[in-house]
């Protein structure tokens, strides 16, 4: 299984979020039940990208034309714990913030 490109590092400070749906059912009486709807919690990770040159641009690009829709290894900047995850959006957009520089944010989430 592929790993997620080491570098370019992303920004920090970048956004993690547990997901734990739940099912929740209302009742006439006013009060309401609810129970998980999975058996465990998934994460989202949001990495930001401020100041990319071309070349990191590409790898990033790159990967995602590759692996987008197959699941890789991402291994947490921060805890270095190695997640299964897949990109959530569809698309990747850069922003042009200065001559020969991108910005980018990309959304993993854990299958």
């Given at each position: 299984?592929?790993?997620?490109?080491?570098?370019?590092?992303?920004?920090?400070?970048?956004?993690?979020?547990?997901?734990?749906?739940?099912?929740?059912?209302?009742?006439?009486?006013?009060?309401?039940?609810?129970?998980?709807?999975?058996?465990?919690?998934?994460?989202?990770?949001?990495?930001?990208?401020?100041?990319?040159?071309?070349?990191?641009?590409?790898?990033l690009s790159s990967f995602f034309?590759?692996?987008?829709?197959?699941?890789?290894?991402?291994?947490?900047?921060?805890?270095?714990?190695?997640?299964?995850?897949?990109?959530?959006?569809?698309?990747?957009?850069?922003?042009?913030?200065?001559?020969?520089?991108?910005?980018?944010?990309?959304?993993?989430?854990?299958?």
């Amino acid at each position: 299984m592929a790993y997620y490109p080491s570098t370019p590092k992303p920004n920090m400070p970048f956004k993690e979020t547990i997901n734990k749906p739940a099912l929740r059912k209302s009742y006439d009486g006013g009060y309401e039940q609810s129970r998980p709807k999975y058996t465990r919690s998934t994460k989202t990770f949001e990495l930001n990208y401020k100041a990319l040159n071309e070349t990191d641009a590409d790898t990033l690009s790159s990967f995602f034309e590759t692996y987008q829709g197959d699941s890789f290894l991402f291994v947490h900047p921060a805890t270095s714990v190695e997640y299964t995850v897949r990109f959530k959006n569809d698309s990747l957009a850069f922003d042009y913030v200065g001559p020969a520089l991108k910005s980018t944010t990309i959304t993993l989430e854990e299958v």
